[in-house]
């Protein structure tokens, strides 16, 4: 087994002990941290349902390869609430919108948001569209989705 | 997987690949990471090239542009990289998603050597000299001596790719390409155009639709002829039209899972035809 190598996810340094170095992001958070928040669908970039941030920038947690994101500050799902229990106001946005069905896209979605609108605070249709061109949701038809978007960046907006 | 190294200097880099010379050299991982989940692949030797500060520089001066080999398509689209090679700007556009754009970059475009590969044609069209550091130093090649086949580059054990330096042309480029959606597609024909108004020269070069990623040159010195480059430059519709079928006939596509030979070679006329009227369009010449 190679040495443990040390990752830290959401504000934590975790050690990854008995883990093999070709493991991805995605399986390392899941399988050796317990992190289920983060999606495991494609494994190949096309879903974004494992999107975490990277250092800030939006990344699809399956095509990194764990070991190289030693040093680095990883933001998964878990870690984008306000407190353990508390939700964020993208969260509260996708609920009260109805933009959840089976959820297992919404992680994904919900990190893409996140990011979004830390860049672009008041974002038109396009840029919602366009931000959100990787994530792939099979239940909703996205139109809840975006309406979600919307509320939760006006919610954003109206905060002091 | 025996180790992993992630280079945090190009000397560190160097070092690696100098006391592994088999070593795969990891970029942002959106190729190489698809075939490690799959288990196609299982490298012995890995080094990690992403955080290194030297590939991901790119400078602009006033007749090139050099573009380090680690700058991602969102460093392409949103730096002035995108005013000073507008078409790479546009063929970064069309690649993936936001989270892919933000790990892929140039100098993994150009190791994977997939004909699909969106920025090679961009290479091609403006005359890019692709840099290479190795045990013997440093070597420069344009891309057709670089891309030797599908997926095959001439890239040596022990070599890893620095940047790519291209022409900084007075004329629009244009970047267009084929696929089922605007997102997350793999080009099923792309073809990007450069008009040079000082040398009085069109460049174009195609992807997807071929082995490697030919160049039309008949097309290229044909159409040359027939632009009137003292009169606002400009160009007939019918020349258009010729330049397509001229510019298919330097594709040499296959039947795949993606399209057929037929479309491809279809689809590749009309891009050609689109993209010089488009570059050729009126202001053509004032926007240079």
Redesign the interface.
């Known amino acids: 087994m190679p040495d443990p190598y040390s990752l830290r996810v959401n504000g934590v340094d975790c050690e990854v002990a008995d883990s093999d170095l070709a493991e991805s992001l995605l399986f390392v958070l899941r399988e050796r941290l317990g992190l289920t928040g983060t999606k495991n669908a494609c494994t190949e970039g096309e879903c974004s349902s494992c999107a975490v941030l990277i250092d800030g920038v939006l990344t699809c947690s399956c095509l990194v390869l764990a070991a190289t994101a030693a040093g680095q500050e990883i933001t998964t799902v878990e870690g984008l609430g306000d407190g353990r229990d508390e939700l964020s106001v993208v969260q509260e946005a996708f609920v009260h919108e109805g933009a959840v069905q089976c959820g297992f896209c919404t992680p994904g979605l919900i990190v893409a948001v996140h990011d979004l609108l830390e860049a672009n605070p008041d974002p038109s249709d396009g840029d919602v569209r366009e931000a959100l061109s990787g994530n792939l949701c099979r239940c909703t038809g996205y139109g809840r989705i975006l309406a979600a978007v919307h509320s939760a960046a006006s919610t954003k907006r109206s905060q002091p | 997987?025996?180790?992993?190294v992630?280079a945090r200097s190009l000397d560190e880099a160097q070092e690696a690949l100098a006391s592994h010379p088999d070593a795969t050299v990891?970029a942002?991982?959106?190729d190489l990471?698809?075939e490690?989940?799959?288990g196609l692949r299982?490298p012995r030797h890995?080094v990690?090239v992403?955080q290194v500060p030297e590939l991901r520089r790119w400078s602009v001066a006033d007749n090139r542009v050099v573009v380090g080999a680690g700058v991602t398509y969102t460093e392409m689209m949103t730096t002035p990289l995108a005013d000073a090679a507008p078409a790479l700007a546009q063929a970064a556009r069309t690649v993936?998603?936001?989270?892919?754009r933000?790990?892929g970059t140039l100098g993994g475009n150009l190791g994977t050597a997939s004909p699909a590969g969106d920025t090679l044609p961009v290479l091609a069209a403006l005359n890019a000299e692709i840099v290479v550091t190795g045990p013997d130093g440093e070597r420069r090649m344009g891309l057709d001596d670089f891309v030797v086949g599908v997926k095959q580059t001439s890239l040596r054990p022990g070599e890893l790719i620095v940047a790519a330096e291209l022409d900084r042309p007075t004329g629009r480029q244009e970047f267009l390409k084929i696929g089922p959606r605007?997102?997350?597609v793999i080009s099923m024909a792309g073809l990007a155009l450069v008009a040079d108004h000082d040398a009085r020269t069109v460049r174009c070069a195609l992807g997807a639709v071929a082995a490697g990623i030919p160049r039309a040159r008949e097309a290229e010195a044909w159409v040359a002829e027939r632009i009137d480059w003292d009169n606002g430059a400009s160009v007939d519709d019918g020349v258009a039209d010729e330049f397509g079928s001229r510019v298919a006939a330097a594709s040499s596509p296959i039947d795949d899972h993606r399209s057929t030979a037929a479309y491809r070679r279809h689809a590749v006329a009309v891009l050609a035809t689109r993209a010089l009227k488009r570059a050729f369009a009126e202001g053509g010449a004032d926007d240079a």
């Open positions: 997987m025996s180790d992993v992630v990891l942002g991982g959106t990471m698809v490690i989940n799959r299982r890995v990690g992403a993936g998603s936001p989270p892919i933000n790990a605007n997102a997350m």
